[in-house]
């Protein structure tokens, strides 16, 4: 008897429909990309060497450059990758163990981009921990035309894109999820059908 239900349940789930990938929307908070990119301004400190210490904004070849060690590439590091590089520049024969701080004050590189019915579609600047509900609210909310609960993210990781459906009115009313964006994502709000 147990070989035959087993065969029988075996055998349905072999006929049975393929099956299909339900793809969650993601609730949990993205480790913070501190990787700067092109446009991006941060601070350099070099303790004790004032005149070497400043501003700095990241070219469009991806690099500064940096009083006595010349043009460094900085575009896809993180601020401690950054801060040791200048520091092996500038011991090589010119400063003795150099102590040196990258700072951020500015990621412009980093976008999240929104189109479709909301009161100023485009460009926001990506900040860590950022929601679809705060961007949509950033871009002054929906127009009175917005399918709400059909808001979609169009994710690209890996060269991979995907898509997940968004449900913000749900969000706004207690009854789902919100996700957490990254940069790069592309928000879009269709009109609702009447």
Known sequence: MLRS???FALFLVA???SATTIVETPTQIPAADTTLGIGDTF???VYGEADLSGLYRVGAEGTINFPLAGVIKVEGLDP???AKRIAERLSDGILRSPQVSVLVKDQ???KVYIIGQVSKPGTLTYTPSMSVVEAITLSGGFTPLAAKNDTTVTRSEGGV????KVPVEDIGQGKARNMYLRPGDIISVPERLF
Do not use: M
Not at 161 to 164: A, E, L, P, R
């Open 5 to 7: 239900t087993l065969f």
């Open 15 to 17: 006929c049975g429909p």
């Open 43 to 45: 601070e350099v400190r």
């Open 80 to 82: 401690q990758s950054i």
């Open 108 to 110: 412009t590189s980093k």
């Open 161 to 164: 894109k995907t898509t997940t």
